[in-house]
Each structure stands twice: as structure tokens, then as C-alpha cells.
């Protein structure tokens, strides 16, 4: 039993086996690199996306709606493999240029191999080395820097992209993909996702689909879906937009912790003493007013860093339903960490910090008191 | 004895233009006629590469198209020769002329 895929060829539906469609798309896949630098590539593709269309055409009836892994073998077998076209030198000029997969490696985060966020697997990757000697090597690193190296490995971890597409996978590893080997890969993420669905099967499947959808309109240009306007947020990005979106969502990140922890700073200095940094609010304007305006400033200063900090992540990750949450996340982490270091390292601070159950109970108490006097 | 059509493919490849051309000059053809009338042939080709090579020659103005509807399925683009195509088969044609006669004389 095999699912079945559905895809669009110039304007009608096909339903094809899923080793079918994996298939068909490593022949398109080639092909568009075989073509990489030809003015006419999307007419070629195109036109070869049509005879393959007929081919399988051919092999339907009102009987038989699905074309089987087999079947799509030999219709592509009968199309042969699309060649570059070496004749003009200009062309073939280009192509040494142009970008074609595996030719050059990329540095990409692994993260099916991982064992914190896949930067070690990937620079393995890229120098053919056993990511755990680069591990130890990270290890040794950040204990001879004396933490120095763990602060590499956060601003590596956003800045280096990780790889999601066969592609990248292949740039990573410097290997010259062939469709055997996207084929092979699919099935193992088709087999990794099968073994999780089998706990969550249909969240494995909206994803899977997603994934599918995504590709469709995004990564594979708009092959199989002439039609469909591809999702804004899931644009396929290139890989120096995504390290900038990614070094952007670590400085917008530090940006949004250091405004919180500075809010923070005025919020329970103004509590406890009733002035922030040697200054205190005019006599006319009661505490809560002055803690309000406060909380209204800060609100104002960080929401347009927090919206960059957002679509920072959004374009990292491709899509805008991962960065929702985790953007926000990962700036309390950075503020926790910061109190953290702060109150081990830095009396002052520690001061504040051991001050602030006893603001948090002055408030208690002053709203008990205004209820008191309220009170009849 | 090895096939001939399998050692000598380089210079198979090199003549499919004019083998296309040729074929295109006869009358105006789908991609379908083009490999039916070069399969029985050693110039035999694919898709794969008939595509890319006729988007160049029409690149090159060597040929042109139209959308042709057909009877069963989505229209067709039919293939014929410009001037310029005819212009270049003439010249690829006495070329090749040149070259047999060329190899005829030599050696004897």
C-alpha cells in the first residue's frame, strides 16, 4: 500500500504513488539544474512537465487513476535524461558560475544528527569530519575560554542556517546530489515520519502535508502549482538572507532582553526606593501613575524590536507559525540567564534582586492598606 | 562486433541539429513527429534532450512554433523553419557535402 500524491501538470490533476511523485520530482529537480543557466528554462520545464503529462496520460483509464512507482520509472526512463545545452559558449560560461548543487559546500546546521541545535554535525559536515571530534573540540574550547565558546556556539547556532531541503543537505555534505539520492533521502524522512505518526498520526500527516504544500510552492518553484500563489511567509529565502535574518534575530533578541531587564530594573527600583537611577518622579504624580507610564513606555520602545525579532525568526525558520512563540522564549531565556549571572556576579544587582519580594509584599500591603481605609 | 550507433555517438551529437532541421524542413511538426520520424534512425533522441535543443534553435531564430489545438488533450506547439533555419540547412548541408567529399579524396 502506498499514499498517493496528487499534483497538478499544466492545469490537470494526476494522482501518483508517493515513490512516484519522489521520483518525478528528482527528474524536474535535475532538470532544472541541467538548465540552471538557460534563458528558456521554466518553457523547457514546462514543456517537459506536459509530456510527461501525456505519458502518463497514456497509461490511465476510467478503470486505473493512479501512476504507480514502476509506471513513472519508465515514462521518465522514455524521456531521458534533460541535457544542458553545451553549444553555446556563453551558456556554459555561466553555468560555471551559476549556482549548482554540491558543486560548493555550504555550512548548515544538521539537525537530524544533533545533539543541541545540529552547529557541530554541520561543520563535521562541511570538513568531513566526525562531528564528534568537532564536539570535543567545542567542548575543550569553551573550557579553556572559560565560557567564551558556548557564547560562539549561541551566535553560530542563529547565524549558520540549518539545513531543510535535500539540497541544502547535499550542500552541506559537498555531495553532487543525483536523484537516487534525494529519492533515498526522501524515504528516510518518509520512514522517520511514518514511525513518529505512529504515536500522532494525524499531526504527522497536517504536517506532512504542510511540508508537501510548502515545497510545492515554495522550494520546487512552483512546478506542480502553476497556479497557487505561494505563502508569503514560507518564501524560500537564500542563504545570506537567512544568516543576516538569523544574526538579526539574535541582536533583536538581545535587544528586547536588555529593554525588559532594563524595565525591570526601573519597575522594582522605582518599588522599593521610589527612584530609578538616582531619580525621582515630581511629588504631583502618585507611584501607580508613574509605574504606569512607565509599563506604557516600555511598551511603546520594545513592541517595534519585538515585531523585527519576529519576522527575523519567521524568516529564518520559513514559516511564521514556528517563530510565534519561540522568539518570545528565547528572550526570557536570555533575561533569565542574565538575572542569573547577575546576582552571582554583581553585589548591586544581587542587592535589587533580594529586594524585590519585599517590594512585591510593599505592594501587598499598601493595596491592603488602600481597601482598609476604603473599607467602612 | 561492437554498434556502430554506440561508438560513434559523439558524432551522432554533433549532427542531431541538422538531423532536426532537416526533419522540421519538411513540413511543421510536434515534438511527438520529431522522435517518431528520428526513432527508426540513429539520430533516436528523448524528450530530455529535444526540449532544451529546440528552445535554443528557437533562441537562434533557426526555427519557430505555433499553439496547434489537437483533437484529444491540451494544444500542441508545431515546429517549421524560419528563413534563417533554411538559410543555416543550406549551409550545414553543403558543409556536409565538403566534408564526405573531403574524406573520399584522402588516402587516395
Given amino acids: ?376 | 562486433m561492437p554498434n556502430p550507433d554506440e561508438q560513434f555517438a559523439g558524432l551522432r551529437k554533433g549532427l542531431l541539429e541538422f538531423a532536426i532541421l532537416k526533419v522540421v524542413s519538411g513540413r511543421t511538426v510536434y515534438v511527438g513527429d520529431i522522435l517518431a520520424a528520428l526513432a527508426s534512425t540513429p539520430f533516436a533522441t528523448q524528450e530530455g534532450t529535444l526540449y532544451p535543443l529546440l528552445s535554443r534553435l528557437r533562441r537562434e531564430e533557426l526555427v519557430d512554433y505555433q499553439w496547434v489545438e489537437s483533437g484529444a488533450g491540451p494544444p500542441r506547439k508545431y515546429y517549421q523553419l524560419t528563413a534563417k533555419g533554411a538559410a543555416r540547412l543550406d549551409e550545414l548541408a553543403a558543409y556536409w557535402r565538403h566534408l564526405t567529399d573531403t574524406l573520399e579524396q584522402l588516402g587516395r
Avoid at chain 1, 103 to 131: E, M, N, Q, T
Avoid at chain 1, 203 to 217: C, K, L, N
Wanted: contains cysteine; proline residues 5%.
Fill in chain 1, 1 to 376: 500500500m502506498e499514499r498517493v500524491v496528487t499534483i497538478n501538470l499544466n492545469g490537470n490533476p494526476y494522482q501518483l504513488e508517493e515513490p512516484a511523485y519522489d521520483a518525478l520530482r528528482a527528474y524536474i529537480t535535475r532538470a532544472e539544474a541541467a538548465l540552471a543557466a538557460n534563458p528558456d528554462k521554466a518553457e523547457i520545464i514546462r514543456d517537459l512537465e506536459q509530456a510527461i503529462a501525456d505519458k502518463c496520460a497514456s497509461r490511465l483509464s476510467a478503470s486505473k487513476t493512479v501512476i504507480s512507482a514502476a509506471e513513472m520509472q519508465r515514462v521518465l526512463d522514455e524521456m531521458g535524461p534533460v541535457q544542458g545545452d553545451g553549444h553555446d559558449s556563453a551558456e556554459a560560461k555561466i553555468n560555471e558560475e551559476g549556482p549548482s548543487y554540491g558543486a560548493h559546500r555550504r555550512l548548515y546546521r544538521i539537525k537530524d544528527r544533533s545533539v543541541i541545535a545540529g552547529v557541530c554535525s554541520g561543520i563535521g559536515a562541511y570538513f568531513d569530519l566526525d562531528p564528534n571530534v568537532i564536539r570535543l573540540l567545542f567542548v575543550l574550547f569553551a573550557l579553556f575560554t572559560s565560557g567564551f565558546g558556548i557564547l560562539v556556539y549561541i551566535v553560530l547556532m542563529f547565524a549558520i542556517p540549518s539545513a531543510h531541503t535535500s539540497e541544502e543537505w547535499a550542500a552541506a555534505h559537498g555531495v553532487v546530489l543525483n536523484a537516487q539520492e534525494i529519492i533515498d533521502r526522501a524515504r528516510r524522512e518518509a520512514d522517520r515520519l511514518a514511525e513518529d505518526s505512529r504515536k500522532a498520526w494525524s499531526r504527522e500527516r497536517r504536517a506532512w502535508r504542510r511540508q508537501w504544500r510548502h515545497y510545492g510552492a515554495g522550494q520546487w518553484g512552483g512546478i506542480f502549482v502553476h497556479d497557487a500563489p505561494p505563502p508569503a511567509p514560507g518564501k524560500p529565502v537564500g542563504y545570506v538572507t537567512r544568516m543576516f535574518a538569523g544574526l538579526f534575530a539574535l541582536v533583536f533578541s538581545l535587544i528586547t532582553a536588555v529593554l525588559l531587564i532594563a524595565f525591570l530594573y526601573a519597575f522594582f527600583s522605582l518599588l522599593s526606593t521610589g527612584a530609578v537611577l538616582g531619580w525621582a518622579p515630581p511629588d504631583d504624580i502618585p507611584l501607580w501613575l508613574a509605574v504606569l507610564l512607565l509599563a506604557i513606555a516600555y511598551a511603546a520602545i520594545s513592541s517595534p524590536f519585538a515585531a523585527l525579532r519576529r519576522s527575523s525568526y519567521a524568516t529564518v525558520s520559513g514559516s511564521s507559525a514556528y517563530g510565534a512563540g519561540a522568539d518570545g522564549l528565547i528572550t526570557l531565556v536570555l533575561v533569565g540567564v542574565a538575572v542569573w549571572l547577575s546576582y552571582l556576579y554583581w553585589p548591586e544587582a544581587r542587592e535589587l534582586i533580594q529586594s524585590v519580594p519585599e517590594a512585591l509584599r510593599g505592594i501587598g500591603e499598601s493595596l491592603r492598606d488602600s481597601r482598609a481605609s476604603l473599607a467602612p
